[in-house]
């Protein structure tokens, strides 16, 4: 009823000692993790920047695409075109992703022991909670 399997799997186990395709690293999986949750929070920061332009979200940005050169072996990341669309009824939704995506590469970066970018993530979380907060007072 069945047609046997006649090709080699595609899936290679450490049993036969001789697997076709290379492996990462536990700390090599982390930091393409690692830098994959601060190019998102990256693209995120260059957003706020473009509806609510300051010096914090700056510094921020720059702090944030040091680090994904870092973790990327020195390749800057690709950043996101200012645009001049000024909706900033979306600001509190960019502050909550915000704050997601830093807690994500807080978490990442604990487990690899990377403080640099912990107390970065756990800065950007403080950050976006006090914008969260003041755009709640501000609507009141």
Do not use: C, N, W
Not at 45 to 67: K, S, V, W
Not at 96 to 113: I, P, Q, T
């Amino acid at each position: 009823m069945y047609e046997p399997i006649r090709t080699k799997s595609v899936h290679s186990t450490m049993a036969d000692g001789s697997p076709d395709f290379p492996h990462r690293s536990r700390e090599e999986e982390l930091d393409i993790q690692l830098a994959g949750h601060l190019a998102a929070l990256l693209t995120v920061t260059d957003e706020l920047r473009d509806l609510a332009p300051g010096a914090e979200l700056d510094a921020a940005a720059e702090r944030l695409a040091a680090q994904v050169a870092r973790l990327r072996g020195g390749q800057p990341p690709v950043r996101v075109p200012l645009s001049v669309v000024r909706d900033t009824g979306r600001l509190a939704g960019l502050h909550r992703r915000a704050h997601a995506l830093a807690g994500r590469a807080l978490v990442v970066a604990a487990s690899r022991a990377d403080t640099v970018v912990a107390i970065l993530a756990a800065e950007r979380m403080d950050a976006h909670t006090a914008a969260l907060e003041s755009l709640a007072l501000a609507s009141r």
